[in-house]
C-alpha cells in the first residue's frame, strides 16, 4: 500500500519538474550591439556581396562598410532597404526573414554603427 502511496505522489510531482520553454527562451541572446562589423557584414556579404552580384558586376558595389552604408542611405524604393522590403533583393538568395530585417532597420535607426 505503501509503495501506492509513494508513486501517487511521484507522478504528479514529476510533471511539475517538466518545463515549457519556447525557442526563444531556449535561443542565447546575444549582447552584442547591433554594428556593421558585428552584424550587417555576416547579413550583406553572403545574401548581397557575392562575385555574380553587388560584389563583382552590379552596382552598387556592397564590400566594405562605407558602401553599404552609403545604399542604406539612399532614400525610397531604390534604396538597400527598400529593395529588401519589396522582395527584389537578394535576387540570388532567399528573401531575408522579417528578423533580419528589423535587425537592418536597427542598425539604420542606431546611425549606421561601424
Avoid at 27 to 54: F, L, M, Q, R, V
Wanted: overall charge negative; aromatic content about 6%.
Amino acid at each position: 500500500m505503501s509503495k501506492n502511496i509513494l508513486i501517487a505522489l511521484c507522478i504528479p510531482l514529476s510533471f511539475l519538474s517538466c518545463a515549457s520553454d519556447s525557442a526563444e527562451d531556449l535561443t542565447e541572446k546575444t549582447t552584442d550591439p547591433i554594428s556593421y562589423t558585428n552584424t550587417i557584414e555576416a547579413i550583406i556579404t553572403p545574401g548581397c556581396a557575392s562575385s555574380n552580384c553587388h560584389g563583382g558586376t552590379q552596382n552598387p558595389e556592397l564590400t566594405s562598410y562605407e558602401l553599404v552604408k552609403s545604399a542604406f542611405q539612399s532614400t525610397g524604393g531604390s534604396s538597400a532597404l527598400g529593395r529588401i522590403e519589396s522582395g527584389n533583393m537578394p535576387k540570388n538568395a532567399s528573401a531575408f526573414s522579417s528578423s533580419t530585417i528589423n535587425t537592418i532597420k536597427e542598425w539604420i535607426a542606431t546611425d549606421f554603427p561601424n
